[in-house]
């Protein structure tokens, strides 16, 4: 968990930053393994990885490593996500959406995508997700319908 929380606060300076970006695909990928195993708080320093990646394509307008990020949250849709988890996975969604109207308009238009499998993923588990997950996943789902 130390290391995976450890990569979270690497994005804080700019030389962090730099590691992170240019080793994103072997950090990303170890974090998609790791993350179906893992308990609670692993999962939030995990989830947070990811969502510093989403914040970092925001701030720099990449497209493209936006449509990568996108592209890992199918991998999502067989974990069990604890509340925090999800809810970081959901607001490095709504960025993504944010920066790329491509994005958007995938999920608008074709009936089996990344975001709709999430999604659904997270409906079947909501009973055990808090109020505070349920209500950002909403406003997701209302960003996609109103870009």
Do not use: W
């Amino acid at each position: 968990m130390l290391i995976f929380r450890t990569l979270t606060n690497l994005f804080s300076n700019d030389l962090g930053e730099k590691y992170m970006i240019q080793n994103y695909n072997s950090i990303l990928a170890k974090t998609l393994i790791y993350l179906p195993l893992t308990k609670k708080n692993t999962q939030i320093a995990l989830t947070n990885v990811i969502l510093n990646y989403c914040i970092y394509a925001y701030r720099k307008n990449d497209l493209d490593f936006s449509k990568y990020l996108y592209e890992c949250y199918k991998e999502f849709v067989d974990i069990q996500f604890e509340s925090d988890g999800a809810k970081r996975l959901i607001l490095g969604l709504g960025t993504l959406f944010c920066i790329n109207a491509e994005l958007v308009l995938n999920v608008q238009t074709t009936s089996d995508n990344s975001a709709k499998r999430f999604f659904t993923a997270l409906e079947k588990s909501a009973s055990q997700l808090n109020a505070d997950t349920l209500e950002c996943l909403e406003r997701c789902r209302a960003l996609v319908k109103k870009l």
